[in-house]
C-alpha cells in the first residue's frame, strides 16, 4: 500500500513505530553488508541498539566529529585546486563528494585506525554492488545456500571486512584490558564500544558493534554525497543564491572554516540546503512492514501489509507546497509554513528517523561553506539533468561542474 495522507504518515512514523518495520525480504538483501545493524533492526533489538548509538549522535560528542571534516574538507579542496592549476576547469562533483564522505566517515568512524577503515570500507562497497546484482544470478529457495562463485565471492568478501574490523576492535579492546588506555578511543568505534560497556553488558557484543559500523558507512556516506552533489548543481544553476550564501558565509566566518557555533547563523545556506533534500531527497522512499494490525483514521492495516511512504511524490505535491512546486525557491523555507516530521521528511520522522540527521547536516553546512568561499561554480554545457531512484535518488549522468578559484 502506498500511504500519501501526510497525517496519517505522521500517525504511523511516530504512534506505530515498534510494531512497523523493516520487512524479512529487506533484512535479507542487505544482511551480507550491514548485517543487524540499527538500519534493518526492528522491535526491541532495534530500541536497544538506538539507545546505544544515538549518544555518539548528540552535543559534544557531535561536535567533536567538526575537526575530521574540516581537514578532510581541506585536503579536496588542495586537490582541487591542484588540478585547477594543471588546467583543468570542468570536474564531475559527484566523484569528489563520495570520495570526499567515505573519507570523513572513516575518519569519524575510526580515526587512528583510518587507513585501515578506508580499506574495510572499499571492500564494503564492492559487497554492496555485488549484493545488488543477486537478481541477475539464479534464484530459487534456498538457492543462496548453493557454494556458487556469486555465493562464494560474497561469502569470502564479507569475512574479508569482518577479519579487518574484529582486529581493529580487539587492539582497542586489549590496550583497555591491560591498562595501556582507560578508554576505547573518541572516535564513533570508541564511543560505541565505552556506550556498550556502560550500558551493562560485559561481555561486548562485538558482532553487533560490526554490524554498526558497516551501517553508519552504509547509511551515512552515499546520501550525504547525494545532498552535496544536488546542492552543488543548484547552487551552480542558480548563480544569484550562490552570491548570497557566498556572502553570508563570509560575514559569518570571515574566511576560515566554519566553527559548529556559526553554523547557525548560516540561515541562507540552511535554506538552500533544505530546498535542495525538499527537491532531491537523496531516500525518496520510506518502506514499512505492518508487524500486527493497525488503525490508522479509518484505515484498517492488516498484519503482514507492506506499506510504502513516497518521500518524493509529498516533496513534490502542488496542493502542499504551491505552484512553483518544481522550481527551485529556498525562500519557502525562510518562514515556517511548511511542517517539518508531516510534509518536509527527508530524514523520515518520529523516533525512528535518520540517526546521523545532525551528523549529515553540519557535515554538508562546514563542506559547502568550505566549497562556496574558495570557489565560484557554474554548471557545464556537459551536465544532462536525469535524476534516477537506485535505492537513493542519484544524478544518472552526474554533476559537470566548472570550477574557478575566487582568489
Ligand atoms: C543527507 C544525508 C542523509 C539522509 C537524507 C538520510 C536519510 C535517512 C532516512 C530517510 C532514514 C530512515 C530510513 C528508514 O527507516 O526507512 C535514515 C535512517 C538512518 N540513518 Fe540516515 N540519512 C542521512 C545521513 C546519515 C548519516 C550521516 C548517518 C550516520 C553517520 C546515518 C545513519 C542512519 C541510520 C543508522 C539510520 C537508521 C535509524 C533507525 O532505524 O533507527 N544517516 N536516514
Redo the contacts with the bound molecule.
Sequence with gaps: MCLTETELIKELLSKYSTISG?SWLQQQGSKHFIGR???M?NGDD?YH??HI?APA?MGDKLKSYAGYMVNCTKEMVTSLEKEIEIGRTEFEIGEYMARLTADI?SR?EFDSNYEKGKQIFHLLTVLQQLCAQSSRHLCFPGSRFLPSKYNREIKSLKMEVERLLMEIIQSRKDCVEIGRSSSYGND?LGMLLNEMQKKGSSNLNLQLIMD?CK??FF???D??A??LTWTMMLLASNPSWQQKVRAQVKEVCGGAPPSVEQLSKLTLLNMVINES?RLY???SL???MAFEDIKLGDLHIPKGLSIWIP?LAIHHNEEIWGQDVNEFNPDRFGSKSFAPGRHF????AG???????A???M??KIILAMLISKFSFTISENYRHAPVVVLTMKPKYGVQIHLKPLD
Aim: glycine content about 6%.
Design positions: 523493516k545493524g540499527l538500519l533492526a532495534w541498539q538506538r548509538v549522535f566517515i569519524t564513533l554498526e551501517t553508519f547509511a551515512g556516506h546520501t550525504t547525494l545532498l533534500l531527497p537523496p531516500a520510506l518502506p514499512r518521500v521528511i527527508p530524514f523520515a523516533p525512528r528517523n535518520c540517526v546521523g540527521q551528523f549529515a547536516l557535515e554538508a
